[in-house]
């Protein structure tokens, strides 16, 4: 089936360090990924996304990586504060008309120790 | 400009009762999406829909569940007959055309 997956369920660092998030993703077809970031109570928050013509694009202190030869995507947040512990979830989709059907991994938990 | 609003926010129904959740997209976006969460999992796709048209419902439980989004007024997404595992967060999304998704705050059912 097609289906977005996490390596890491959970990921410690401390104030400062800069973190990465990992994510394969199975589905051939998949030309939009996105990251989001959810935070206890809240909907998901659009953090960054890419396209598949591109290997890579910065934010603001985040950077998301795509290597399609092995469906691999990756999300690095320079710096990591506190206010950045949530659950991050990589999403993708088929496009077409639409990018807002997307497949969601099941998550990773960062937790920024100060 | 506001958000994509969902209401209610906590919901709580005893089984066999109704669910009826709302969704107000962003201005100036036609497209909206609903996702079903259960705990310490990821976001279930459920349907896409366009004013007046479903467009996607692969996503949707065959029985009970309904969505529509009028021509006037927010989508709404309906459970009918609720049981306790329809216990979840819904979430409400909406882009404009090809363009990214926003979502809302979500709604938490909660079927006692």
């Known amino acids: 089936g097609e289906s977005v997956g996490l390596h890491l369920p959970t990921l410690s660092v401390q104030e400062g360090d800069n973190s990465i998030i990992n994510c394969a993703y199975s589905n051939s077809a998949s030309d939009y990924f996105i990251w989001y970031k959810q935070e206890s109570g809240k909907g998901p928050q659009f953090i960054i996304d890419i396209r598949s013509n591109m290997d890579k694009r910065q934010g603001q202190r985040v950077t998301v990586l795509l290597n399609k030869t092995v469906k691999h995507l990756s999300l690095q947040i320079a710096a990591t504060q506190p206010g950045d512990s949530a659950v991050y979830f990589c999403?993708?989709?088929?496009?077409?008309?639409?990018?807002?059907?997307?497949?969601f991994g099941q998550g990773t938990i960062l937790t920024v120790h100060p | 400009n506001a958000g994509v609003m969902q209401n209610p926010r906590h919901l709580v129904r005893r089984r066999g009762q109704e669910a009826r959740l709302r969704c107000s997209p962003m201005k100036g976006h036609s497209h909206v999406y609903w996702y079903r969460q259960l705990p310490e999992e990821g976001l279930k796709f459920m349907v896409y829909?366009?004013?007046?048209?479903?467009?996607?419902e692969s996503g949707m439980p065959k029985e009970r569940f309904s969505a529509e989004f009028p021509k006037e007024g927010p989508s709404i997404l309906r459970i009918q007959q609720v049981v306790r595992g329809d216990s979840a967060a819904y979430f409400c999304?909406?882009?404009?055309?090809?363009?990214?998704?926003?979502f809302g705050q979500g709604t938490r059912l909660t079927v006692v």
């Open positions: 829909l366009q004013k007046e048209n479903i467009i996607d």
């Open positions: 999403a993708d989709s088929a496009g077409g008309t639409s990018y807002g059907k997307l497949t």
């Open positions: 999304a909406s882009s404009p055309d090809r363009g990214d998704a926003f």
